[in-house]
Structures are given as structure tokens and as C-alpha cells.
């Protein structure tokens, strides 16, 4: 069965620093990945997606993800965090050719000092 | 993100109450889903509608009875319920199933069962 998993439960970075969020998934084919973002009391918003091609990804608001087959990872990165970026980060994979079935990580919750 | 609007946002109901969750997309999308967010779990697909049609259930209790009157409203009636439903519900639509797009997500409706 497909699974996603996110082993950083929560992480701190100061202001500027750079961030990596890990993303490995289980599935048997061609993902197809995603990256959201929660913050609080809000519902959840697409970063990005992998679908086919390139397997460097870039999103909004200055992330990017690289898909690595060999590793069966998805990894969520940013050169320099904003104090903005504090959330939770969701990331998640397609069964197949049909999304609508999303697996989703338990998340990440990503804090950012001054 | 305003395209998908859950209302109410916050709702507390007792085990014998009846209540009904609303979503309402304003992007033209033909597809429609409800997850549940539990604390420390993944999201937890519960149902898919595509053009009005329910699409998937994925074992969700009959206490739990989604309605779907046309692919803008997408409404979850509540009856019954039991402690372990307390939860944020979230709201998702698509352009439609099986298209590998992105799905956006509503706010969710924050509920506490007492």
C-alpha cells in the first residue's frame, strides 16, 4: 500500500536560515507528489506538485522540491526562511493516475525564530 | 484562499445532536471532497463526489451522511456522533476526478463533540 512518511515531526530554524523538509513516499509506480502548507486555523494550500519531467520542482512563496527516485524522496526546501513560513507542511502522494485519492503525511511543523 | 468557503467554522455539538457541515466552491470545479484532520494522524479521505455523483466512500460511519446537490455545494449531516469525531473537517474540490489536479482546500469546520 501507498504510504507517506515525514520523520521530522517539528523543526526550528532561525529567520534566514536555509530549510530542507523530508518527504519519502512507498508506491510501486510514477508518484505523483505534492507539498501543502497549514497554517494555523486555516485550511491547507498547494506549494507544489510533481507530475513528470523535470525533477526539480518550484513552488510559490519560494519553495522547491526535488524528486529522487533512487531515494524514494520528495524533500521541501527554501534558501532563506521568512518568519511567515511558520506552519505545518503537509506532503503527499497521488494513487496512480487518479488523485483523488491522497496520501498524506503526518506533517511537519516548522518554527521560525527572529 | 476564498474559492472554498466551509461554514461554520467552529461547531460544538452534543452525542445526540443532528447537525450539517456546509462547503461551497466558487472555482467552477466539478469535484468535490471531505477529509478529516485528527491531531497527530494523516488526513483521512472520507468521500468524493464528481459531478454530483458520489465517487468514493472510504468506510465511513453511517453517522456521518455527505450531500452533495450540485458541484458547488457540498454539504456533511451529522447524527449520533462520538467523542472520537471531534476533528477539523475539511472541504476540497477539484476540476474533476481522475485528472491529476491539484485539489484546494477550504478552512475547515473546527467541531468538538461533548
Known amino acids: 500500500a501507498q504510504s507517506v512518511t515525514q520523520p521530522d515531526i517539528h523543526i526550528t530554524v532561525s529567520e534566514g536560515a536555509s530549510l530542507e523538509l523530508r518527504c519519502n513516499y512507498s508506491y510501486g509506480a510514477t508518484p505523483y507528489l505534492f507539498w501543502y502548507v497549514q497554517s494555523p486555523g486555516q485550511g491547507l494550500q498547494l506549494l507544489l506538485k510533481y507530475f513528470s519531467g523535470d525533477t526539480l520542482v518550484q513552488g510559490i512563496k519560494g519553495f522547491e522540491a526535488e524528486f529522487k527516485r533512487s531515494q524514494s524522496s520528495f524533500n521541501l526546501r527554501k534558501p532563506s526562511v521568512h518568519w511567515s513560513d511558520a506552519a505545518e507542511y503537509f506532503c503527499a502522494v497521488g494513487e496512480g493516475r487518479n488523485t483523488d485519492k491522497l496520501i498524506f503525511g503526518t506533517g511537519t511543523r516548522l518554527q521560525v525564530f527572529p | 484562499e476564498t474559492g472554498v468557503t466551509q461554514t461554520p467554522r467552529h461547531l460544538v455539538m452534543g452525542m445526540t445532536n443532528k447537525k450539517s457541515l456546509k462547503c461551497e466552491q466558487h472555482?467552477?470545479?466539478?469535484?468535490m471532497y471531505w477529509y478529516k484532520q485528527s491531531a497527530k494522524k494523516p488526513l483521512e479521505l472520507m468521500f468524493v463526489?464528481?459531478?454530483?455523483?458520489?465517487?468514493e466512500n472510504n468506510s465511513v460511519p453511517s453517522r456521518f451522511s455527505p450531500e452533495c446537490p450540485n458541484s458547488s455545494h457540498l454539504f456533511l449531516h451529522l447524527h449520533t456522533l462520538q467523542p472520537e469525531d471531534s476533528a477539523l473537517y475539511l472541504c476540497?474540490?477539484?476540476?474533476?476526478?481522475?485528472?491529476?489536479?491539484?485539489?484546494?482546500f477550504g478552512d475547515g469546520t473546527r467541531l468538538s463533540i461533548l
Open positions: 472555482l467552477g470545479h466539478n469535484a
Open positions: 476540497a474540490s477539484s476540476p474533476r476526478t481522475g485528472d491529476n489536479q491539484p485539489q484546494h
Open positions: 463526489y464528481n459531478f454530483k455523483e458520489q465517487t
